[in-house]
Structures are given as structure tokens and as C-alpha cells.
């Protein structure tokens, strides 16, 4: 079955640093990824549209300056939390939508703490 | 934009008995509508779907039901076991490939 997985699936940081996620379809071209943030114990909120070759559009109230997302292949997309500060500390879930099928999939989470 | 309305919160059933879930949604121009199953610190998984041109699907213990009149969709879970324990979310999407708009979640706990 199509595989998304996600890099790494857990970091700490320092407040002020920059993270990098990476999410990857294993087995797939996947021409739309999309990035979801989920807090303890609530649901996912999507925070962006990932398409391969173009800017990513952002769901409102979603800062994209300090959320850079880049989808430079059809089988990689990345996440960059810049500045993090502790209220960026969440689980952060990508999904990969499969060309030739149109299913989507999700990846496992990246867990991200900021002291 | 669309709004997904879950019901209940947490929900904890006797093992063997059902448990259902429900579901509303308000963007008549939903057409997809998948259940997620999410275990504590993974990614949600994709458990039954689906779609505005059907009324039910089942699929072994799990069963959903859809009424688009209403906007009305719900997830039938019978002869539940321990590994149900999990948290469910309904969502729904215009069509599979797009974004997803989640319901705030159900946590169902499975009691011995």
C-alpha cells in the first residue's frame, strides 16, 4: 500500500531556532500534499496546501512567513517552523494525495517541542 | 467554509456492545465524507468512507451512514473489542483529493 512518512518523527528545540520537517511518499508521485497541526487532546487543522512546482497556499490565520513550506518533487514536501517558540509546540501531520488515484494519505506525525 | 460538528466528545461502551458516533456537516458541496482512526502519538488512519451518492457502506463491524438532506453522516461500530479504543473523527471534503475538514474528535474507550 502507498507509505507517506515524515522526518524526523520527533525534535526538540530552542526557542528563536528553525525546524525542518519533511514529509515523502514512498511509492507514490503525489502532486498535492497538504499540512495539518494538532494540539493535545484536539483535532487537526489544516494549515496548508502543498502543490508540486508552486507557492503553497495557507489557510487563514496561518502566518506563511513563519511556516515555510517547500514542494520541490513530487515526492517531497517540507514543513520549516522559523523562529519557534514554545506555542509552536505541537504534532505537526502531513497527507500526500496519490496522482493516479486521487487517494490521500497521512504520514505518522512529527511531534515538535520548543523550550 | 465547510463546519464539522462531532458528537460525543468521549463515549465509552461495554465491550461486545456498539458504540455510534455522529456527525454533521454544513457545505452542500461536500461529496466525501472518510472516518479516521488516530492512536495516541500517530498519524490518523483511514477506516471506512463514504461518498454523497450513497446512503450506507459497512465494512465487517463497521458501518456508516450518510443523509445529505440533512447533512447528517454517522459510524456504526458493533461487537466492539479492546483495540477499538482509539479516537475517531469524521470529515468531510468536496472530493478525496482535497483538504480535509475534521470533526473535533471522539475518544471511545472500550471497558473490559
Known amino acids: ?115 | 467554509g465547510e463546519n464539522v460538528e462531532q458528537h460525543p466528545s468521549t463515549l465509552s461502551v461495554q465491550e461486545g456492545d456498539s458504540a455510534v458516533i455522529k456527525c454533521t456537516y454544513s457545505d452542500s458541496a461536500s461529496n466525501y465524507f472518510p472516518w479516521y482512526k488516530q492512536e495516541l502519538g500517530k498519524g490518523p488512519q483511514l477506516i471506512i468512507d463514504i461518498r454523497s451518492n450513497v446512503g450506507e457502506k459497512k465494512d465487517q463491524r463497521i458501518a456508516v451512514t450518510l443523509n445529505k438532506t440533512a447533512k447528517h453522516f454517522s459510524l456504526h461500530i458493533t461487537e466492539t473489542q479492546p483495540e477499538d479504543s482509539a479516537v475517531y473523527f469524521c470529515a468531510a471534503q468536496m472530493n478525496r483529493d482535497d483538504k480535509i475538514i475534521f470533526g473535533k474528535g471522539t475518544r471511545l474507550h472500550i471497558l473490559p
Open chain 1, 1 to 115: 500500500g502507498a507509505v507517506v512518512s515524515q522526518h524526523p518523527s520527533w525534535v526538540i528545540c530552542k526557542s528563536g531556532t528553525s525546524v525542518k520537517i519533511e514529509c515523502r511518499s514512498l511509492d507514490f508521485q503525489a502532486t498535492t500534499m497538504f499540512w495539518y497541526r494538532q494540539f493535545p487532546k484536539q483535532s487537526l487543522m489544516l494549515m496548508a496546501t502543498s502543490n508540486e512546482g508552486s507557492k503553497a497556499t495557507y489557510e487563514q490565520g496561518v502566518e506563511k512567513d513563519k511556516f515555510l513550506i517547500n514542494h520541490a518533487s513530487l515526492t517531497l514536501s517540507t514543513l520549516t517552523v522559523t523562529s519557534a517558540h514554545p506555542e509552536d509546540s505541537s504534532f505537526y501531520i502531513c497527507s500526500a494525495v496519490e496522482a493516479s488515484s486521487h487517494e490521500q494519505f497521512f504520514g505518522p506525525g512529527t511531534r515538535l517541542t520548543v523550550l
